[in-house]
């Protein structure tokens, strides 16, 4: 059973709007959420993180929300540009997990000029 | 970009083959991990390591191997490969071994570009 859910496989959002993928968790010894982004042919690269501590992160761009009440993450891009074209994976880990992360199954979004 | 090198990129073999990929970094970072990804599952961990000649069982380890005798050498091998074992292979390092700890860095992971291994 998949630990870190993405329910939506794909987003198409025209540019210059705002851009929120969603992520669902079930294990409430996760403390500690990524977002990576992956463009086709290349590794994922890391975006932002959220601690569990706080409920919101921002950088530039970026916004991660944490709602830890609901077991639920979301991150916002605003606003959006032609090049976030991506697929994004939500990853969460557990502190006492060393450093392992477990991954959702990922959003492509598709932002059109 | 953290110097990360994945070999073969692309591979293409029969069922029952003996495979091994090579993750090789140049960072001298401590940990070390093996993921797939596959449509609809992301990224799931296979086999990670914490230190030379330390390693352990991810998520989907079976039919999986792993062997790290250098700090920057990392090496998956699939014993006798199967067509469920088509899939894109990711190379990861990370600093930290306690992602969002206190006194850590922020735990991310730095990925390779991917090997991409088809068995027939």
């Known amino acids: 059973d998949q630990q870190v859910k993405q329910n939506s496989p794909s987003l198409s959002v025209q540019e210059g709007r705002i851009s929120i993928l969603n992520c669902d968790y079930t294990?409430?010894?996760?403390?500690?959420f990524l977002w990576y982004k992956k463009y086709p042919a290349e590794g994922p690269t890391f975006l932002i993180s959220?601690?569990?501590?706080?409920d919101k992160n921002e950088d530039g761009r970026f916004t991660v929300f944490l709602n830890k009440s609901a077991k639920h993450l979301s991150l916002h891009i605003v606003p959006s540009q032609p090049g976030d074209s991506a697929v994004y994976f939500c990853?969460?880990?557990?502190?006492?997990?060393?450093?392992?992360?477990?991954f959702g199954g990922g959003t492509r979004l598709m932002v059109k000029p | 970009d953290a110097g990360i090198t994945q070999s073969p990129r692309h591979k293409v073999t029969e069922t029952g083959t003996p495979v091994t990929l090579r993750c090789h970094q140049t960072?001298?970072?401590?940990?070390m991990y093996w993921y797939r990804q596959d449509p609809g599952h992301g990224l799931r961990l296979i086999h990670y390591s914490y230190g030379v000649k330390d390693t352990d069982k991810g998520e989907v380890s079976d039919g999986y191997s792993v062997s790290r005798s250098k700090t920057e050498d990392f090496l998956l091998t699939l014993e006798s490969a199967t067509s469920s074992q088509t899939s894109v292979y990711f190379c990861?390092?990370?600093?930290?071994?306690?992602?969002?700890?206190?006194?850590?860095?922020?735990?991310?992971?730095?990925f390779g570009e991917g090997s991409r291994l088809t068995v027939l």
């Open positions: 990861a390092i990370s600093e930290s071994g306690l992602a969002g700890g206190p006194f850590a860095n922020t735990g991310e992971l730095f």
């Open positions: 960072e001298n970072h401590r940990y």
């Open positions: 294990n409430s010894m996760f403390d500690y």
């Open positions: 990853a969460a880990s557990a502190g006492n997990a060393g450093n392992m992360l477990t």
């Open positions: 959220i601690s569990s501590i706080k």
